[in-house]
């Protein structure tokens, strides 16, 4: 059953903490994104990698979110200092493809309170 | 903004309805895709609609795309509670690598 696993699940934390989040993409899938989900702002495009290598990250805050791809099996989103502004569910979703026809094959996200 | 727009924002049917959502875009797109998100689950992908296709259909879903008027439509014909859910259109980014979403339209199918 292929699917894309993302730990953990949910994580509260204290403001000026780090966090990082972790993304398992679907074995074979050469795409991986990091989106950002709000009541406010809806999903949000934060960065997204092809075959490791990072493509865009502009959506991100670069001060305090980083994001990598140290093999092919693990993407990490990291957030130091976190802000209760940050509270969110970060979703990964990985594709096959090179191109906006991508199907995307979201994760059960991560849900972040920073408190 | 190149973020596409569904309308309604939140729509309440009986089962055995039909529901209409609709999404409207900014720029040209050579392709459009509705994913569907269960309550606290990640979304999952419904369909892709290419530019050159005016209507695609899968099971109880008929999508349509209207390149003249920037605008799609999701059909869901026969509703069931099951298809209770937020329903999302997403749009290529301006360099066509990753897929910009709506905010979605939320759907609630009443037994």
């Known amino acids: 059953d292929a699917r894309v696993t993302q730990t953990p699940r949910h994580k509260v934390t204290e403001m000026g903490q780090e966090v990082t989040m972790r993304c398992q993409p679907i074995l074979g899938h050469n795409t991986v994104f990091w989106y950002r989900q709000t009541m406010m702002q809806g999903l949000e495009l934060l960065a997204y990698?092809?075959?490791?290598?990072?493509?865009?990250d502009s959506g991100m805050p670069k001060d305090r979110f980083s994001a990598e791809m140290p093999d092919a099996t693990l993407a990490t989103l990291k957030i130091q200092p976190s802000e209760p502004r940050d509270s969110a569910v970060y979703f990964c979703?990985?594709?096959?493809?090179?191109?906006?026809?991508?199907?995307?094959?979201f994760g059960q996200g991560t849900r972040l309170t920073v408190v | 903004s190149q973020q596409g727009e569904e309308d309604p924002q939140a729509l309440s049917i009986q089962e055995g309805e039909n529901a209409t959502m609709n999404c409207s875009y900014k720029?040209?797109?050579?392709?459009l895709q509705w994913y569907r998100q269960n309550s606290g689950r990640g979304l999952v992908h419904l369909i892709l609609?290419?530019?050159?296709?005016r209507e695609k259909h899968s099971g109880r879903l008929r999508v349509t795309l209207d390149t003249s008027k920037k605008s799609s439509s999701l059909l869901i014909t026969a509703s069931r509670a099951a298809d209770t859910a937020s329903y999302f259109c997403?749009?290529?980014?301006?360099?066509?690598?990753?897929?910009?979403f709506g905010k979605g339209t939320t759907l609630s199918v009443s037994s």
């Open positions: 997403a749009t290529p980014n301006q360099a066509g690598t990753a897929l910009i």
């Open positions: 609609i290419r530019s050159n296709e």
């Open positions: 990698f092809r075959n490791r290598a990072p493509l865009d």
């Open positions: 979703a990985s594709g096959l493809g090179a191109g906006s026809y991508t199907e995307a094959f």
């Open positions: 720029t040209s797109i050579n392709n």
